[in-house]
């Protein structure tokens, strides 16, 4: 082992792996919380990712620009952490060394492990299969959108719902495994409530390239070069497709037709020298190239697919060591971000399972860039406070409450607590629903559990955000108020202030 080109190592060494919003959270709150100490930041890719502008809605309610940042210029601006611009390929937690793909040798002290997730494509040999993950693959996206008529979208999560509103001049069939859209998110009322959106999107779209302009940081594409590519950068967030043109080729349609409770069971990939008589061609007169079976039995052809069903935890760093896994794949965690089975060896962000921690009724693990951010943070916090002292660090306050906010079809949504009943399914007779519905304006659904709120989905500029939030936290009983929770006539933040 060559560690003589090692940086100044021994205690206070910290080691953040990977240069995402949970890695460079992570590498910056640890220098918040050790000055003194060295930080290394390992990060194969030239660019990395910053949570920046953090504002506070309420107490839990975050939003922020995700900000790249070539690797030289945060090297600059931050001269106390070290960019290793490799990956690393090993961890031996018995000396505590990291092999890096440079060659390198590094030791540490304290790691935390921020290496993300990788999509999940499904048919990933076939070259008209697209999945989307970070920059580089956003931007194959875009090419073969360029020239293409019509696409076939799988997958029912915040990804497929944005793509299938954002993409132009293209038809598009969203193939879902649901009986309702965006269930990731949403129950069946709040996808019967969008639904008329995606039909309208094309207005929609134009409305808003005329409004004012995002005022976050937008990912400057063209950064990476080509090479960069091959390497798994950092996933992408909010805005990501902003500086995409997501257009395709035929001006005269941009329609969704979803296909409800199917997957994708086989694909035919037309070769020249076996040409069928039935294929049928494109408005344009070319053959369609692709032929995509859905298990209802229906087949559309279409230009490509893209695969937008979910994430696998990137745990290759874990798998010789004796550490356990979900049963989502991520690497399992305790309460202070330990990685289960290991000394002084943590883990923030979408590597993550939360299986072994002890979760609040309110707080479930979601792979969003906020829980990223908030598990860096609080990774940070723990090495730093378990470097000078024994005792284990209370799980912060932001583990408390589910709360993520993002917007649909350009409205603002808010998410907050079991917002879909997740945890009381199994008591479903104490469940009860509130819903006020303004079409093409306001949706607002209220979970309540034995008169108490648990969760809810605000969609639509609500301003119910804290008032909920309060209500979900201090469990206050609202059976009282019946139907009346939701009366616009009714102020309810004055009724229990
Ligand atoms: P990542 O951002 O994936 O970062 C992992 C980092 O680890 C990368 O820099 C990678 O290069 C590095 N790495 C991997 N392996 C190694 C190794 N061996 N050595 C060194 N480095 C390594 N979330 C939202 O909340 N809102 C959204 O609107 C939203 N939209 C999304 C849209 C898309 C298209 C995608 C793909 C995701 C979206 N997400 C969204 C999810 C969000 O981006 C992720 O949850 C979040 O970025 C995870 O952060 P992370 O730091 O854990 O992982």
């Known amino acids: 082992i060559d560690i003589t080109n090692s940086p100044p190592t021994g205690k206070g060494m910290f080691v953040v792996i990977g240069g995402g919003i ?29 949570a920046r502008n953090v504002n506070e809605l309420t107490r839990n309610l975050v939003t922020f620009d995700v900000t790249e940042i070539p690797v030289t210029e945060y090297e600059s601006k931050h001269p106390n952490v070290k960019v290793h611009k490799c990956s690393a390929v090993r961890i031996d937690t018995e000396d505590k060394l990291i092999f890096m793909s440079s060659g390198e040798t590094i030791s540490y002290d304290k790691v935390c492990v921020c290496t993300g997730a990788r999509q999940n494509v499904i048919f990933p040999e076939n070259n008209c299969v697209v999945g989307i993950r970070d920059t580089a693959t956003a931007m194959e996206l875009d090419k073969m959108l360029k020239s293409s008529e019509r696409v076939v979208v799988v997958g029912n999560g915040g990804i497929a719902t944005e793509l299938v509103f954002q993409i132009k001049n293209c038809e598009v069939i969203w193939a879902i495994k649901d009986k309702s859209i965006s269930n990731v998110f949403f129950d069946g009322g709040a996808g019967q409530f969008f639904l008329p959106f995606l039909q309208r999107k094309q207005d929609l779209l134009k409305n808003f390239e005329t409004e004012i302009p995002s005022k976050r940081m937008i990912y400057k594409v063209s950064d990476f070069n080509t090479t960069e590519s091959k390497t798994l950068g950092g996933a992408l967030g909010p805005d990501w497709h902003q500086s995409l043109s997501l257009t395709g080729t035929n001006d005269d349609i941009c329609g969704v037709n979803v296909e409800y409770e199917c997957e994708v069971q086989d694909l035919h990939v037309r070769s020249d020298n076996c040409c069928n008589l039935h294929e049928t061609k494109k408005p344009s007169g070319e053959y369609w190239p692709l032929h995509v079976k859905l298990t209802n039995a229906v087949s559309h052809a279409c230009d490509f697919v893209i695969s937008a069903t979910g994430v696998v935890p990137n745990v290759q760093l874990f798998t010789d060591l004796s550490c356990t896994f979900g049963l989502d794949s991520g690497i399992e965690i305790d309460e202070n971000m330990r990685v289960v089975g290991l000394y002084d060896v943590y883990a923030a962000g979408d590597v993550c399972s939360t299986a072994k921690w002890p979760e609040s ?85 209220v979970v309540l559990f034995n008169g108490r709120v648990i969760g809810c989905v605000l969609i639509g500029e609500t301003d119910l955000e804290e008032t909920f939030e309060n209500l979900i936290l201090n469990q206050t009983d609202v059976s009282a108020l019946g139907e009346n929770l939701l009366d616009p006539n009714v102020d309810i933040a004055d009724y229990f202030d």
Not at 23 to 48: M, Y
Not at 394 to 409: G, W
């Open 22 to 50: 949970a890695g460079v959270s992570c590498a910056e709150a640890l220098l918040a919380h050790s000055p003194d100490a060295n930080v290394c930041l390992v990060s194969p890719t030239p660019i990395i990712k910053a």
């Open 361 to 445: 009724p309110h707080w479930h693990q979601m792979r969003l860039w906020t829980q990223a951010r908030q598990m860096g943070l609080f990774a940070a916090q723990c090495m730093a406070g378990h470097s000078t002292m024994k005792e284990d660090i209370p799980l912060d306050i932001c583990f408390e409450l589910f709360a993520h906010v993002t917007s649909f079809f350009g409205k603002k949504v808010v998410l907050l607590g079991n917002y879909n009943a997740q945890k009381n399914n199994d008591n479903k007779n104490s469940l009860e629903f509130l819903l006020r519905v303004e079409m093409n304006e306001e949706y607002v659904k």
